[in-house]
């Protein structure tokens, strides 16, 4: 039995917007519905959050902090989640895995600078402590058919993985990790970007360009391209798979959400209702299900020792495209891989006045402007 905490419970799971996900909820969800987990405590440092998450989910005022330390300390949880903004991730992790436990299972994305990301996942595989980042969209029916279709040979040898849906940094976190995953979890040798920033856009504290447009290459020569803003629709689906004989095609919403382009036919694969978002089963609101099965993925690797598919190693690959991407539009070249750099580009360059966005619409309106 794995005693399990909570750190970042957030504020309202009934409205997720941009501002607040309470992503603390979908994943004491995930730790409630596993039977081999209790969940123990939980720490925010908003004490309203902490006091209602606690309600919903029974734990003791006394296991209820503010500060996380005091939480592992007090509590020597086996497994925390850690569900805070990217810039404080690393703070956490890193507290975390000095401590006794075991695994952590933090949010993406990893950390909100290309150093940050490196530390965090440097310290906890010296620490012995198992790091996962939450990438819960790899379990839904729509990527694991499409892989396993892959794997079967379906569109012969995979050569360019498309992506039309999102953005580069936030959403990134996903469908470059998801490309990563079709192209079997390997490194990129370079990166070639542009964008597009002239509406302030802050996701979870971090900027967030309003369009991009980024080329890269794996080391075994699949290329990857990603389109997001304006235009985006005209690569027509979430994610393409382009194979010498053929492709695949996952949907971003609506219409069929798999299929199989070949030969000059199409064929419909059947994912059981799910899309790239929830199960459609009743009560799956807010995707739950798919984190359900991520922390299922957490605990089997924990319990035989081998290494998760959302491990921090596996995350760094896509945090160096993101982060390689953005250094590609400040040297205004291709980035050949590893990366040498610590920060964010991207934050860089609205720092220095590079890059100025004028405060969003609803912003001005509301400022009365
Ligand atoms: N996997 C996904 O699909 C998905 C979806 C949305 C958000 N996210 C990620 O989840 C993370 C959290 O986002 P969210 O929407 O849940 O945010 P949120 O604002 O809803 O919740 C974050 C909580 O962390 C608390 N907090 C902040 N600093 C803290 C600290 N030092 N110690 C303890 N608590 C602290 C805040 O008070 C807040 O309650 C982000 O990294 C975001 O990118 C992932």
Redesign the pocket.
């Known amino acids: 039995m794995y005693d399990v905490a909570i750190?970042?419970?957030?504020?309202?799971p009934s409205n997720?917007t941009?501002?607040?996900?309470?992503?603390?909820?979908?994943h004491a969800e995930a730790y409630r519905n596993h039977d081999d987990c209790r969940l123990v405590a939980c720490?925010?440092?908003?004490p309203e959050?902490?006091a209602a998450f606690a309600d919903e989910f029974e734990i003791a005022a006394e296991y209820v902090f503010?500060?996380?330390r005091e939480l592992l300390a007090a509590v020597e949880p086996d497994v925390v989640s850690?569900?805070?903004?990217?810039a404080?991730?690393e703070?956490?992790v890193v507290g975390c895995a000095r401590s006794v436990v075991d695994a952590i299972h933090?949010?993406?994305?990893l950390a909100h600078t290309w150093a940050s990301a490196q530390r965090t996942v440097q310290t906890c595989w010296r620490a012995d402590v198992q790091l996962t980042f939450?990438?819960?969209?790899r379990f839904g029916r729509p990527f694991v058919d499409a892989k396993q279709l892959l794997e079967d040979g379906a569109i012969g040898d995979l050569e360019r993985i498309e992506i039309g849906w999102g953005d580069f940094y936030?959403t990134g976190?996903?469908t470059v990790d998801l490309a990563g995953m079709f192209a079997g979890d390997r490194s990129a040798k370079w990166v070639i970007a542009q964008l597009d920033y002239r509406e302030e856009d802050r996701?979870?504290g971090s900027h967030q360009e309003n369009q991009m447009w980024a080329q890269w290459r794996y080391d075994d020569g699949v290329h990857a391209v990603l389109s997001t803003g304006a235009g985006k629709e005209l690569v027509g689906a979430a994610i393409l798979l382009r194979g010498t004989d053929g492709e695949i095609r996952i949907a971003v919403d609506d219409g069929p959400m798999l299929e199989v382009r070949s030969g000059g036919s199409t064929e419909r694969i059947d994912v059981g209702g799910e899309t790239m978002h929830r199960t459609g089963n009743e009560g799956d609101r807010f995707?739950s299900e798919f984190?359900d099965r991520a922390v299922e993925h957490v605990l089997d690797c924990l319990e035989e020792g081998t290494e998760p598919e959302l491990s921090g190693r596996i995350g760094l690959n896509t945090a160096e495209i993101l982060f390689g991407g953005y250094e590609s539009v400040r040297r205004r070249g291709r980035v050949d891989l590893p990366l040498e750099i610590d920060d964010n580009p991207l934050e860089a360059m609205v720092a220095s006045g590079d890059l100025s966005p004028e405060p969003a619409a609803d912003e001005i309106g509301e400022g009365g402007a």
């Open positions: 750190v970042g419970t957030g504020p309202d997720p941009l501002d607040g996900f309470a992503m603390g909820y979908r720490a925010d440092i908003v959050n902490g503010e500060d996380y850690v569900a805070v903004p990217p404080i991730h703070e956490i933090c949010e993406k994305p939450n990438r819960q969209r936030d976190a996903h996701r979870f995707g984190h």
